[in-house]
C-alpha cells in the first residue's frame, strides 16, 4: 500500500497526480479514501478507492474514471502509457475515516485500538456513530471508543 516515488521529477508528477485524482473525487461526491501509483515511468498503473455515504457503483467508478482521465489529459499530466483503475476499497481494506463507519451501521466489525497506551482488539457490532464517537456491542456490553483510539477497523463479511 502507497505511493512509489522513481525520482524527485516523478515525486513531483505523483504529487499531481495525487492532487487531481482526489481533488477530482471530493468534487464528486466522494470520499478518497487512497491513490496508489505503481508500475514503471513507461507504464504506470494508477488506483484510486473511493467511497460515500451510499453504496459505490461501476457507473459511478467509471463516470469519476473518464473525469480524471480527461483532465489528465487536457492538461498533459502524464507522459506514456498508464492504467487508472478507479473502485471503492472492499471489504478486505480497513475503513480509515470517520464517514465511512455510518453506513456499515448494523454490521460485524473487527477492531484493533488504543486505550491507556496498550493495543487492544474487539470483535462487535456497530450501534452507532455520534459525532467521533462509534458504539459497539461486544457479547452483552457496549463500548464505545473515539474515531481516534482505532487502528485498524475491518468489516467482517455476514452471511446472515
Known sequence: MGVFFYSKAMSKKNDEIIKICEETAVSEGFLPVET????S???LIIEVFID????????DCAALSTKINTIFE??????????LDVSS????????????????NGRLFDIEYTENGETKKLSGKLLG????KLKFAVRKEEIEL????????????SFS
Open 36 to 39: 496508489v501509483i505503481r508500475g
Open 41 to 43: 515511468k513507461n507504464q
Open 52 to 59: 460515500s455515504e451510499n453504496p459505490v457503483t461501476i457507473d
Open 74 to 83: 487536457e492538461n498533459a499530466v502524464i507522459d506514456g502509457n498508464y492504467r
Open 89 to 104: 476499497p472492499g471489504t478486505d481494506r480497513p475503513l480509515r475515516y470517520l464517514q465511512q463507519f455510518p453506513k456499515n
Open 129 to 132: 456513530v455520534e459525532g467521533s
Open 146 to 157: 473515539e474515531h481516534g483510539q482505532i487502528i485498524k477497523a475491518i468489516v467482517k463479511i
